[in-house]
C-alpha cells in the first residue's frame, strides 16, 4: 500500500512589523513541534527589510540563529501560484540579485503564516496568499484586517451586541491639529484612568496607561509614532482573561485562562521581557463566568468571521463580575508556552495535535472555497449568452 505524500508546509516567520522577533520565537517552535510523519516543513524567515529567504535544505537553523531574519541566512525567494488546476504553490529563487540563488524551485502545499502585527496579519499576507491559491493556515483578508485593526475591531463588536469597554477612535492628524479638543472629548467621554494604543498594533507596543492629564500627552504622542489611528479606551478594574477559539464554521472554545501582570497591566516588558506574569489556567473563576467567556469568544470570532484560530482577550470586572470583550487576536502567540496552545493543551489537544489541526482546517477551507469557484464557473460557461 502506498504511502501517502506529506504535505509540504511553508512556515512563514519574522517580518516588518515590530513583532519581528516574536514571531520568529513562535516559528520555532512551530517548526520544533509540526508532525514530520504528516508534514515536511519549509521554513521561509521574512527579513525586515521584506526579503524572502528559504534555508538551502530546508534547515531552519540560519533562519533562526540570531533571533532575526538576517539578510544572507537564505537564498532569495518569490512565491508564485500553481501553474494548473490543483498544482502547489511555487517558490521561486530569485536571480541576480547577489545573495546567491543556488537550487530550483520548491513547491508548497500550504501556509502557515506565523507572523504577528501589520504587513503579517493584517489581511496583507493573506491577500498574497489568496491570489497565490494556496491553503494557508488563520483567518482571510476580511477578518484579518479587521481583528488588526483595534477601532474597526470594536467597532463590529458593538453592532454584534458584544459588551465592551467604553473608547474613542481618533487619527494622529486630529491631535497634533487640536491637542486642546481631543483632550476636552477624552476627558468628558472616557475620564481617567484610561488606555491609549495604536489602532494596528500588538504585543501591548505603543500603549500606556493614562492615570491624569499630565499623561495624556506623552501617551498620545507615543501612539501616534507607530499608526496614523489611535484608540483610547476608558479604564476599568478588572482580572484579564483570554479564551482560544479554534475551528471554521463551527469553532470551539477552550478553558479560559487568567494573566497576573507583573506589571501595572500586560505590557510587552510584562510578556517578553520580564517573565514574571502568571498565567492561571484554567483561570479561577466561577463556572457560570467561564461559561459565558467561552460564548462570546465564540460570538467574537464569528463577529469577525474569523477562521482557523483566534485568541480573544476579556476584562472580568472586580467590582461587578461584568465580562467585557477586550479585543481578538487573529494569530496570537505561538510558542509553546504561549497562552493560546497552552489553552487548549488543558483542554485536551496538545501542542503539535493542535498544530496538525490547524493546518487540516486550512486545507478544508481552501477545498472549501475551491469547490464553491468551480461551480460558479460552470455555471457560467453553460450559461447562455
Known sequence: MEMARKLRVA??????????????????????????????????????????????????????????????????????GGTASGAPAILIPIEGDGAGAAGGPEPVDAVFPVLHGPN???????????????PYVGSGVLASAVGMDKGIMKDVFRQHGLPSTDYLVLTRREWEAEPERVTREIEAGLGYPC??????????????????????????????????????????????????VLGNDDPAASVPGEIVPCNEFYDYQAKYVDDRSKLLIPAPIPPETA?????????????????????????????????????????????????????WEASGLPYTSLITRLIELAVERWKEKDHLLSQARNLTESSPQ
Open 120 to 134: 503579517g496579519e493584517d489581511g496583507t499576507v493573506q491577500g498574497l496568499l489568496e491570489l497565490a491559491d494556496v
Open 11 to 80: 512556515v512563514l516567520f519574522g517580518g516588518r512589523s515590530g513583532e519581528h522577533e516574536v514571531s520568529v520565537r513562535s516559528a520555532a517552535s512551530v517548526l520544533q513541534a509540526m508532525d514530520r510523519e504528516r508534514f515536511e516543513p519549509v521554513p521561509v524567515g521574512i527579513t525586515r527589510a521584506g526579503r524572502w529567504l528559504l534555508s538551502p535544505g530546508g534547515d531552519a537553523a540560519p533562519l533562526l540563529a540570531a533571533g532575526r531574519v538576517e539578510e544572507g541566512a537564505g537564498r532569495p525567494v518569490a512565491l508564485v
Open 195 to 244: 488606555f491609549v494604543k495604536p489602532a494596528n498594533l500588538g504585543s501591548s507596543v505603543g500603549i500606556s496607561k493614562v492615570r491624569g492629564p499630565g499623561e495624556l500627552a506623552p501617551a498620545m504622542d507615543l501612539a501616534a509614532r507607530h499608526d496614523r489611528r489611535l484608540v483610547v479606551e476608558k479604564g476599568v478594574d478588572a482580572r484579564e482573561i483570554e479564551c482560544s
Open 291 to 343: 461559561r459565558q467567556v467561552r460564548e462570546l469568544a465564540v460570538r467574537a470570532f464569528r463577529a469577525i468571521d474569523a477562521a482557523g484560530l483566534a485568541r480573544v482577550d476579556f476584562f472580568l470586572e472586580r467590582r461587578t463580575g461584568r465580562v467585557l470583550v477586550n479585543e481578538i487576536n487573529t494569530m496570537p502567540g505561538f510558542t509553546s508556552i504561549s497562552m493560546y496552545p497552552k489553552l
